[in-house]
Each structure stands twice: as structure tokens, then as C-alpha cells.
T-cell receptor, first 112, second 115 residues
Framework: DAKTTQPTSMDCAEGRAANLPCNHSTISGNEYVYWYRQIHSQGPQYIIHGLKNNETNEMASLIITEDRKSSTLILPHATLRDTAVYYCIVRSSSGGSYIPTFGRGTSLIVHP | GAVVSQHPSWVICKSGTSVKIECRSLDFQATTMFWYRQFPKQSLMLMATSNEGSKATYEQGVEKDKFLINHASLTLSTLTVTSAHPEDSSFYIC???????????FGEGSRLTVL
């Protein structure tokens, strides 16, 4: 069973920031938060991951709460091409929980 | 970033035939690969974990004799759907795990349609 919960769908205006929340209240100390997205009929694409510090790369920013029970993926200037299903998963880099399992994700629609 | 390639990207076959899908890590070695199945409008469902040189570990409810997985080298894992039926029609996706960094890279997916 997936260990994260996400809203089923969200929408965002093009050019605005998209903030996608994820709840992972049962996360353990050695588990990272990973975000992937899947554009229709393609394999998932890695976006970003983090352990407890906030992270930023060329695609997005990841904000993790201090208690690590939730996080938010931020796409600072959403474009139409960011329309996709976004998956938040928690997993460790080794050991039993490194096997990645996916929940239903959030379907983000970016509109003009 | 690392690249994982799947082949074929799509295949149509007759009921009763077998179909092989390849998953290759192109610029790194993957001791572990995962196979997923995805039905329309649903999430990825883990089918099995494939470890190089050993038997795959199948998730509950996945028939190991129907979905044959071979991981003979550090860069190649194959999934063979044997005696395919229309209900096996789905989008099959592989991913490769990089042990040193914990990163996970996904293939482009293979769409199987069984007539």
C-alpha cells in the first residue's frame, strides 16, 4: 500500500506557481521523499527528492515540513507542458522500504 | 541523467502468443529492476522485483509462470508475457535502481494490446 496521500486533482493557470501537497505521516527516519511525474503514455520522470532539508533544482522546489510528515512540490512558473500526474513516494535508498510503490498521484492540469 | 530504454514501445499480438519486453540501462549498471503494470487512469502497480543473477520476487497476485522475468546481466531485464490474453493488455513500465545513490530511473513504457 502506498504510504502517501495526495489530492486527486488540481489545476493551475499557466505562468503561476503550482503547489502540490503530499501527506506522508508514517515516514520513517531513513526514508526520502521522491517526486515523479507521468505525462500521458510515458514512463515516470524524476523531478526531485529530499530527506529533511528543502531542495531546489532546475525543475522544481521541494518543501518538507520540520516533522517530515508532509511536503509540497512547487513548480514556480507552470507551463502547459507541466500537465501530468504527479506522484509523491517515500522510500529509503536501501533496505526493505527501498521498493518504490505508487499511490494515485495528483493530476495537475495547467490551463492557459 | 541515467537512461533506461524499453523495447518495444508498443506491440499488438494475438491471444495465446507470448510477448517479450526488454528493459536496458544504457549508461549504468542496475542490480535491481522493477516491473510495473498500469491500466488506463490508474496508478503504477508493482508486479515484481528483478535482481541480477537471481529469481525475481513477485508481488501478491502476480502469476510468476505467466509473467516470466529474466535479469541475466547488469544492464538487461526482460519481461515475457506468456500465452497473452486480452486482459493482459496494459502499459508495462520498468525501472532501474542505482544502488550507490538510491536513484530510480524509469523506462518509456511498453504498451501491449492483445487481440
Amino acid at each position: 500500500d502506498a504510504k502517501t496521500t495526495q489530492p486527486t486533482s488540481m489545476d493551475c493557470a499557466e505562468g503561476r506557481a503550482a503547489n502540490l501537497p503530499c501527506n506522508h505521516s508514517t515516514i520513517s527516519g531513513n526514508e526520502y521523499v521522491y517526486w515523479y511525474r507521468q505525462i500521458h503514455s510515458q514512463g515516470p520522470q524524476y523531478i526531485i527528492h529530499g530527506l529533511k532539508n528543502n531542495e531546489t533544482n532546475e525543475m522544481a522546489s521541494l518543501i518538507i515540513t520540520e516533522d517530515r510528515k508532509s511536503s509540497t512540490l512547487i513548480l514556480p512558473h507552470a507551463t502547459l507542458r507541466d500537465t501530468a500526474v504527479y506522484y509523491c513516494i517515500v522510500r529509503s535508498s536501501s533496505g526493505g522500504s527501498y521498493i518504490p510503490t505508487f499511490g494515485r498521484g495528483t493530476s495537475l492540469i495547467v490551463h492557459p | 541523467g541515467a537512461v533506461v530504454s524499453q523495447h518495444p514501445s508498443w506491440v499488438i499480438c494475438k491471444s495465446g502468443t507470448s510477448v517479450k519486453i526488454e528493459c536496458r540501462s544504457l549508461d549504468f549498471q542496475a542490480t535491481t529492476m522493477f516491473w510495473y503494470r498500469q491500466f488506463p487512469k490508474q496508478s503504477l502497480m508493482l508486479m515484481a522485483t528483478s535482481n541480477e543473477g537471481s529469481k525475481a520476487t513477485y508481488e501478491q497476485g502476480v502469476e510468476k509462470d505467466k509473467f516470466l522475468i529474466n535479469h541475466a546481466s547488469l544492464t538487461l531485464s526482460t519481461l515475457t508475457v506468456t500465452s497473452a490474453h486480452p486482459e493482459d493488455s496494459s502499459f508495462y513500465i520498468c525501472s532501474a535502481h542505482v544502488r550507490a545513490t538510491g536513484e530510480l530511473f524509469f523506462g518509456e513504457g511498453s504498451r501491449l494490446t492483445v487481440l
